[in-house]
């Protein structure tokens, strides 16, 4: 069974930044598509951004487009969030997945992917 583990989660003022990392212990994540999505409290969880198996397709939703970067490191098996200007309605849980490496092109739901951690909460707050 693989599990994903997030880490990196936390308590940060409007407008500062976070960095989440998920690690993937038992899973190649260069044949894999990344991916964070996020669950607020009442909410389904949503796609935030995902990273492509070959690294070089990255897409967003729209909401975090020009704040958030995603990338990976295959030799640490690690993948990144980088948050910037952090904004309330960012605050969630994020959860880390990985899914099937289809080239170039990604995938935004949630049954797309095959494996999830457990999540790391971000609070964003003054």
């Known amino acids: 069974q693989v599990q994903l583990v997030e880490s990196g989660g936390g308590l940060v003022q409007p407008g500062g930044p976070l960095k989440l990392s998920c690690a993937a212990p038992g899973l190649m994540i260069d044949n894999n598509a990344m991916a964070w999505f996020r669950q607020a409290p009442g909410k389904e969880r949503q796609f935030v951004a995902v990273?492509?198996?070959?690294?070089?397709?990255?897409y967003f939703t729209d909401s975090v487009k020009g704040r958030f970067t995603i990338s990976r490191d295959n030799a640490r098996n690690t993948v990144y969030l980088q948050m910037n200007s952090l904004k309330p309605e960012d605050t969630a849980v994020y959860y880390c997945?990985?899914?099937?490496?289809?080239?170039?092109?990604?995938?935004?739901?949630?049954?797309?992917?095959?494996?999830w951690g457990q999540g790391t909460q971000v609070t964003v707050s003054s």
């Open positions: 990273i492509s198996g070959s690294g070089s397709t990255t």
């Open positions: 997945a990985a899914g099937p490496s289809l080239g170039n092109l990604v995938l935004t739901r949630v049954p797309n992917y095959d494996y």
